[in-house]
Nanobody, 125 residues
Framework: EVQLVESGGGLVQAGGSLRLSCAAS????????IGWFRQAPGKEREGVSC????????YYADSVKGRFTISSDNAKHTVYLHMNSLRPEDTAVYYC??????????????????WGQGTQVTVSS
């Protein structure tokens, strides 16, 4: 059974940092791209970042470039999202998801088939 479990969310002041973790099980992490998405109240789910360990490729939304870093530890079956210089507009529930196959359209949730339950990130001003 494919499972993705996020952790690491919390409350942080603007300018602070958080590291989100996505623990994967039921599949080989190296075989799939993993993406991070976020959804704020009243807004659509937004693609934040994506990584393919096998391809050695990453994707970042313009809104997080230079502030967020995605990484993968295949030995620990975990994908991380390191978030620095956080802003109030980064406040959202953050989800990790497994791509259906390949490394494309990392900003489109329709291309991701398995999702975690989400972790709340709140950035205070």
């Amino acid at each position: 059974e494919v499972q993705l479990v996020e952790s690491g969310g919390g409350l942080v002041q603007a300018g602070g940092s958080l590291r989100l973790s996505c623990a994967a099980s039921g599949f080989t992490l190296d075989d799939y791209a993993i993406g991070w998405f976020r959804q704020a109240p009243g807004k659509e789910r937004e693609g934040v970042s994506c990584i393919s360990s096998r391809a050695g490729s990453t994707y970042y939304a313009d809104s997080v470039k230079g502030r967020f870093t995605i990484s993968s530890d295949n030995a620990k079956h975990t994908v991380y999202l390191h978030m620095n210089s956080l802003r109030p507009e980064d406040t959202a529930v953050y989800y990790c998801a497994r791509h259906r196959g390949g490394f494309y359209s990392c900003d489109n949730p329709l291309f991701f088939g398995s999702w975690g339950q989400g972790t709340q990130v709140t950035v205070s001003s």
